[in-house]
């Protein structure tokens, strides 16, 4: 036995008993970006019994300025991002039994994944995914943890389903079409405190230290130097559809879920939103116009075009992916640049 | 007036009454927002109903969704 784990040992509120702990518990990590890569380091060196890590995107060169776990070797090749994390965690942690998953995470495979774990860390890059996890936590009674960045921006909650407010009631309205990582910039200081944020809450969840949890939801912009807590206990909704008595679980049901669809012999795949939306297509110019790709706008559709992808966006929301039929793949470059 | 917002002691312009004129001045209108005055939350109905005075606390949370 070596002495690994002998300076978190030393910190009283995890001591050996919590390290024990911490070396019997299951996490499963969804989506290993920037937030996923930085958590799912941070558990391992911690010693976690198991981690699952659940992605369905391909390292690509714009990664590797914050995704730490990524290489060169990996963008020049291509490399699934949930294939080589795991590659580099078992090189940091031998101990840790990591299943690696390269999937777009749906409504019925994440219920069956959040089963066996003992807390959900959320390190995806969009909403639609946020709203499903939501679901599941409460449905299967596993607490999760909130986490997202743009900019020099961040939040977090932690959300214990039975105490805490759940995500959907933070939020009235979901929010679709925000800004990404991928249009608005995004610094790595940025994500590392959030992941600092999402893992000092971990911790305490799995040495099973509930009464030290923040209680509060937290944000902080690191180039303005704001930083905000808010204690939103009042916002739990007695008629929640998520966390109420009367819950339907909504986003786990189909109706609301992005519909995608392989369109026959045009090797295109067509999105379309959750929820009613109308696009800014002049809006959506500004923004796509920084990027490498070429933009062009007519008052109907804004089609981009990017190496073999070609994205075309309507009004109404909805999108076509040119040059796949992969919906896994399609969705990827949907969110990566639509929010 | 003079608030404290996100804990930096800011000076906000004249024009601003309500608490959804904040969120207008800092371009965040259109985003989800949690906002706190003083202490208390605010449902979003009260953004356009709360006024701010000299010297209030208001705390502003937008959900993003990037990582
Ligand atoms: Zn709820």
Redesign the interface.
């Known amino acids: 036995m070596n002495n690994r784990y002998s300076r978190q040992e030393l910190f009283s509120p995890i001591g050996k008993d919590g390290q024990q702990q911490i070396s019997n518990k299951h996490v499963l990590i969804i989506g290993v970006g920037a937030l996923g890569s930085a958590s799912a380091e941070a558990l391992v060196r911690a010693g976690i019994g198991k981690l699952t890590i659940v992605d369905r995107d391909y390292v690509e060169w714009s990664n590797i300025q914050r995704q730490q776990l990524f290489t060169e070797e990996h963008a020049k090749n291509r490399i699934p991002k949930a294939i080589a994390a795991k590659n580099r965690l078992i090189a940091i942690n031998s101990s840790v039994n990591i299943e690696a998953i390269i999937a777009d995470a749906s409504a019925l495979e994440l219920e069956d994944w959040a089963k066996e774990a003992d807390l959900v860390m959320d390190a995806t890059d969009n909403f639609e995914t946020r709203m499903i996890i939501n679901d599941v936590s409460q449905k299967v009674g596993v607490p999760w943890i909130y986490g997202a960045c743009v900019g020099s921006y961040g939040i977090s909650y932690t959300i214990i389903p039975g105490k805490t407010p759940c995500l959907s009631c933070l939020l009235e309205t979901v929010p679709l079409g925000g800004l990404t990582c991928d249009t608005a910039g995004i610094i790595s200081p940025a994500v590392n405190m959030v992941v600092s944020f999402q893992i000092s809450e971990a911790l305490k969840i799995l040495v099973g230290d509930m009464d030290s949890l923040r209680n509060k939801l937290v944000s902080f912009d690191l180039w303005k130097n704001q930083y905000s807590a808010i204690q939103v206990d009042k916002l739990k909704k007695k008629d929640c559809p998520s966390c109420g008595p009367q819950r339907s679980y909504p986003y786990l049901s189909f109706e609301n879920q992005t519909k995608t669809a392989v369109l026959c012999g045009r090797d295109s795949v067509q999105i379309r939103p959750s929820v009613p939306m109308v696009r800014d297509l002049e809006a959506l110019e500004k923004i796509l116009a920084k990027q490498t790709g070429a933009v062009q706008r007519n008052p109907y559709l804004l089609s981009y075009s990017e190496n073999a992808h070609r994205l075309v966006i309507f009004k109404d929301g909805r999108a076509l992916v040119h040059g796949t039929k992969d919906i896994s793949e399609a969705k990827a470059l949907y969110h990566k640049y639509l929010g | 007036m003079k608030v404290t917002?996100?804990?930096?002691w800011t000076q906000i312009p004249d024009n601003i009454i309500f608490v959804s004129d904040v969120l207008k001045h800092y371009k965040i209108h259109d985003?989800?927002v949690?906002v706190?005055v003083n202490g208390g939350?605010l449902s979003?109905l009260e953004h356009q109903s709360t006024r701010l005075a000299d010297k209030d606390r208001i705390?502003?949370?937008?959900?993003?969704?990037?990582?």
């Open positions: 917002l996100n804990g930096e985003k989800v949690v706190e939350i979003k705390e502003i949370v937008h959900f993003v969704g990037g990582g």
